[in-house]
């Protein structure tokens, strides 16, 4: 099975800051890897699948990078409505389809 | 604007049965993959199962044996019946939709609100 890792586990940072996210698969999955957004008492929202499509409705500052088994989640000039936690989500060979374990992003 | 419901959730004792239902409205259901995914609070999602438009199912292997997923293309429903239950299986169940049959692959669109399944004597 792949395993995915993000990292850091917390980030703290301020209003209008950027953040990049880090995720890494333990096997090459090309391009088949989903960022996820997650609030307190919600269901994770997608924000970007295809390592680097925006899903509908997803603002410009959400973007994703790489390819194989390193990916990257930049959020420009982070707003309130960011501060979450981000999952990455990995497609390319399932079952099973793997989740990482999570990256929250507070406020500093 | 889709609408995913899960209900049928509660407590159960260890070793018992519970069956989820989704309802699934406001898009093309019969022709995607559906999925399983629950979470324990504090921890990140974990895939549970999955279901093909044709029926062809596949789960994970902490459940494996105890679980079957099923879908109603006809009535846009998904279910999943969780036999044999343990204290493990506690978590918020969610109905999320995965690829078209074919033409996408499984990033997962949209999410239902999640139901609580909690497994205690």
């Known amino acids: 099975d792949i395993v995915m890792t993000q990292s850091p586990a917390t980030l703290s940072v301020s209003p209008g800051e950027s953040v990049t996210l880090s995720c890494r698969a333990s096997?090459?999955?090309?391009?088949?890897l989903a960022w996820y957004q997650q609030k307190i008492g919600q269901a994770p929202r997608l924000l970007i699948y295809?390592?680097?499509t925006r899903a509908t409705g997803i603002p410009a500052r959400f973007s994703g990078s790489g390819s194989g088994t390193e990916f990257t989640l930049t959020i420009s000039s982070l707003q309130s409505e960011d501060f979450a936690v981000y999952y990455c989500?990995?497609?390319?060979?399932?079952?099973?389809?793997?989740f990482g374990g999570g990256t929250k992003v507070e406020i500093k | 604007e889709v609408h995913l419901v899960e209900s049928g959730g509660g407590l159960v004792q260890p070793g018992g049965s519970l069956r989820l239902s989704c309802a699934a409205s406001?898009?093309?259901?019969?022709?995607?993959?559906m999925h399983w995914v629950r979470q324990v609070t504090g921890e990140g999602p974990e895939w549970v199962s999955g279901?093909?438009?044709?029926?062809?199912?596949f789960y994970a292997d902490s459940v494996k044996g105890r679980f079957t997923i099923s879908r109603d293309n006809a009535r846009n429903s998904l279910y999943l019946q969780m036999n044999s239950l343990k204290a493990e299986d506690t978590a918020i169940y969610y109905c999320?939709?995965?690829?078209?049959?074919?033409?996408?692959?499984?990033?997962?669109?949209?999410w239902g609100q999640g139901i609580v399944v909690t497994v205690s004597s």
């Open positions: 096997h090459t999955v090309n391009d088949n």
């Open positions: 279901i093909v438009p044709a029926g062809d199912t």
């Open positions: 999320t939709s995965g690829g078209i049959w074919g033409v996408t692959s499984n990033w997962l669109e949209h």
């Open positions: 406001e898009f093309s259901f019969s022709r995607h993959d």
């Open positions: 989500q990995q497609y390319y060979d399932w079952p099973p389809l793997a």
């Open positions: 295809g390592a680097s």
